[in-house]
């Protein structure tokens, strides 16, 4: 019986006795109202027994209780379990955006592909490379002075980049609400670390070993040798502006422009934002370091190789929108060439669809990749003091995931911009001679090509 019970009857026990002295527990039991009644008090006694036994059938209803109890134990376990996160775990539905973080117990009792799922739907990666990522980046995370723990900071500004939305959208978005100020400063400092302090060890040329590596891929791609890796620009497209230097003819939105190398794994060797949207991808070529490490330094210098009598250094492949090198080699355009030795025309398409099965397997997937990953690129919500670093922080986000194995999910994360047809690019008084040795290579190595495929064709052996 209710213990509560069991003391109002004890109480009114006490209360006869008092009102009625002749009254005694053995010749009236409280289980016998008719002794009750029979008493002086009666009355009383009748209204408060009345009162217990309507107590009684409430507390002893098999309804009531137990639904109440469980509501109670609910309410006291959820509020007495300890969270060692600063923000809980998701429930099965809501709108509401609950980070999932490293530190977070329960993700150890999730299926691997479900968490995984769930990490690169909110942060464009799986949990494992998110870990990895969070290991390289805690040495580094307390120079940033951010109120917030290491894993949190990664998480928002990775949320942010992979989601693309603004900072007062994701700041709605969250489960328990952090200041739309404290996310862009959060997404700034970590964009600002990507691509000043982690580029160099994610971004670079690659090593004699690795170059050797890459025109062996590539010619397996395209026929062609020597070839190391492929060039392409891509515009990023920023929120409305009106200035007139980042809007271009050839597209209806401002932008700036993207300038990145990549190999035969979609791994970028190099990434360069430094012209506004109304630039041409040979200036802003002509602009960047990777020109000047191209022109005067040992950058793809070997191995280099004999074809038809002339010397070939490791190139990279590039559209007519790029100026034509001796290491940038481009398709035959409009643009006649000097020579009046030039290739026939058959020899110019094969040529021109070698290069253009290059890209295709490397610098234009990895841009679609990139632009499918971090969809901040696709309508960059920055300002555009902190565009470029934005940008170039995706592009070392995007090798990482290269390289730690990240699936591309059969192309669900390609992201391919509207279609440009390229402005061919014309020398410049200064590189006359480049221009000239550019074009003998590229002359010798469609002739190469041509050969080949004639060689085959007819069942000859090649010389």
């Known amino acids: 019986m209710d213990p509560a019970l069991l003391l109002l009857l004890s109480n009114l ?43 009684a059938s409430s507390t002893s209803s098999p309804s009531l209780p137990r639904p109440s109890r469980r509501r109670r134990r ?33 993700i150890f009792s999730m299926d691997p592909s479900a968490r995984d799922a769930r990490f690169r739907s909110l942060y464009g990666l799986s949990y494992p490379v998110f870990a990895s990522l969070l290991d390289q980046l805690l040495p580094l995370l307390p120079s940033l002075s951010l109120p917030l723990p290491p894993d949190q900071t990664l998480a928002l500004a990775l949320s942010r ?4 939305i603004s900072s ?52 397996d791609i395209s026929s062609l040798p020597n070839l190391a890796a492929t060039i392409a620009s891509s515009p990023v497209r920023l929120r409305d502006s009106t200035d007139p230097s980042l809007r271009s003819p050839y597209r209806p939105f401002p932008s700036i422009l993207l300038q990145v190398v990549a190999d035969h794994r979609k791994i970028f ?17 002509r602009d960047s370091s990777l020109y000047r490490r191209l022109c005067h330094s040992d950058a793809f210098r070997d191995p280099s190789i004999q074809v038809g009598g002339h010397i070939v250094r490791p190139f990279i492949a ?22 009046d030795a030039a290739p026939s025309a058959a020899a110019q398409e094969a040529f021109d669809a070698a290069l253009a099965k290059a890209s295709a397997a490397s610098v234009e997937p990895a841009v679609a990749l990139l632009k499918g990953r971090w969809k901040i690129l696709r309508n960059l919500n920055i300002g555009l003091d902190h565009a470029a670093q934005t940008v170039v922080a995706c592009v070392v986000l995007h090798n990482f995931c290269q390289i730690a194995g990240e699936p591309e999910d059969d192309g669900k994360y390609l992201w391919r911009d509207p279609p440009e047809s390229p402005q061919p690019a014309r020398p410049v008084d200064n590189e006359r001679a480049l221009y000239y040795a550019g074009e003998t290579v590229r002359q010798a190595l469609a002739e190469e090509l041509f050969e080949r495929q004639q060689h085959l064709s007819d069942g000859t052996p090649s010389r």
Do not use: E, M, N, W
Request: aromatic fraction near 6%.
């Open 13 to 55: 026990l006490q209360l006869q006795s008092q009102l009625d002295p002749a009254a005694s527990l053995l010749s009236s039991p409280p289980s016998s109202p008719s002794s009750l009644l029979s008493s002086s008090s009666s009355p009383i006694l009748f209204f408060a027994l009345t009162s217990i036994l309507s107590y």
């Open 74 to 106: 609910r309410r006291s376990s959820s509020s007495s379990s300890p969270s060692p996160l600063p923000l809980p775990p998701p429930p099965s539905s809501s709108s509401s955006l609950i980070l999932t973080l490293p530190s977070d117990r329960s």
């Open 161 to 164: 980049l992979s989601r693309g």
């Open 168 to 219: 007062r959208a994701l700041s709605r978005l969250l489960h328990r609400p952090i200041s739309p100020s404290l996310i862009s400063r959060v997404t700034h400092a970590l964009t600002r670390l990507l691509s000043t302090r982690v580029y160099p060890d994610y971004v670079k040329l690659p090593s004699h070993h690795r170059l050797v590596q890459s025109t062996s891929a590539f010619r």
């Open 269 to 285: 060797l190099d990434a360069c934002v430094r012209a506004p949207g109304s630039s041409d991808p040979a200036s802003h070529l």
């Open 318 to 339: 590039g559209d007519s929108s790029f100026p034509l090198l001796p290491f940038l080699i481009t398709p035959f355009s409009s643009v006649s060439p000097s020579s």
